[in-house]
């Protein structure tokens, strides 16, 4: 595709309940990162890939959390048993390979009621 | 570990004008650099990467500097415009160990018309 796209743009969800991100990215690239952005804390790191396999996942900020990638593309990020601390803009980036320019999606904004 | 300091934190300039932003990093061991602009409520835009053996890079009006030993990088703006005004942020990654990238906190930047 032309850019990174993410869905859905907007999740709202009650506490408790689990959901899923979804991240397609630019077509050929091999490397895909997950982060989030909080109000007041900034943009932070929650996991990378590179093809289908996650060399580091230490953003991961607890089990409840989990991402996998399939083919090469497509990943998902999974939230299981939703806090409101959870509720953030999730932001997905790809790029050629690890280190080179990331090219971001427009990010899903969760809220978690 | 890694922190990453962006000052000012706002800044308000006319039109026309040449400008600086700051960032500093603590940890001079880096893999790269990249300077990226988030418009609001948008996704992130790659502006310019810096590898750790280089010194500059230039894009277009913007030019952007690295010194490893001070842990400094800025992102020079020449003859500012309006559509200039963005969250400017710089994102640094460690040489080894890792291929999770640092956010500095950003600077909010208005060019006035």
């Known amino acids: 595709g032309a850019g990174v796209s993410q869905s859905p743009s907007n999740k709202v969800t009650e506490k408790g309940k689990d959901v899923e991100l979804r991240c397609d990215p630019i077509?050929?690239?091999?490397?895909l990162y997950w982060y989030r952005q909080s109000l007041g804390q900034g943009l932070e790191f929650l996991i990378y890939?590179?093809?289908?396999?996650?060399?580091?996942k230490s953003g991961l900020p607890s089990d409840r959390f989990s991402a996998e990638r399939t083919g090469g593309s497509v990943s998902t990020l999974t939230i299981q048993r939703t806090q409101q601390e959870d509720s953030a803009v999730y932001l997905c980036?790809?790029?050629?390979?690890?280190?080179?320019?990331?090219?971001f999606g427009p990010g899903t904004r969760l809220l978690v009621l | 570990k890694q922190e990453v300091t962006q000052i000012p934190a706002a800044l308000s300039v006319p039109e026309g004008e040449n400008l600086v932003l700051n960032c500093s990093f603590t940890?001079?061991?880096?893999?790269?650099l990249q300077w990226f602009r988030q418009d609001p409520g948008k996704g992130l835009t790659s502006l310019l990467l810096i590898q750790s053996s280089q010194r500059e890079q230039t894009s277009g009006r913007l030019n952007a500097s690295l010194d490893k030993s001070s842990g400094r990088s800025t992102l020079y703006i020449a003859a500012s415009q309006p559509g200039d005004s963005a969250t400017y942020l710089c994102?640094?990654?460690?040489?080894?160990?890792?291929?999770?990238?640092?956010f500095g906190t950003g600077t909010r930047l208005k060019v006035l018309a």
């Open positions: 940890d001079s061991a880096i893999y790269n």
């Open positions: 077509s050929g690239h091999t490397a």
């Open positions: 994102a640094v990654r460690r040489s080894s160990g890792t291929y999770k990238y640092i």
């Open positions: 980036a790809s790029s050629r390979g690890g280190g080179e320019t990331q090219y």
């Open positions: 890939f590179q093809g289908n396999s996650a060399p580091d």
